[in-house]
């Protein structure tokens, strides 16, 4: 099965499975979305604890886990 990036179509590899081709996402644009995401959140005055933990390194899974 040939994985592709779901953002750019970049691949990104095999692996064994049914299908002949599956999506996810490649790391360049999970850094580029989770920056986006990022920037979203500081700044946006409603909610300055969860933009201050972002700023200080803190990921989006531990924010809301």
């Known amino acids: 099965m040939k994985i592709v990036c779901a953002w750019c179509n970049r691949d990104m590899g095999e692996r064994a499975g049914g299908h002949d081709i599956t999506h996810g996402i490649c790391t360049f644009c999970k850094a580029q979305l989770m ?21 200080i390194g803190t990921s989006l899974f531990e924010l809301y886990t």
Do not use: G
């Open 35 to 55: 920056d986006e995401m990022r920037q979203i959140i500081i700044s946006m005055e409603r909610y300055p604890v969860a933009s201050y933990k972002l700023a």
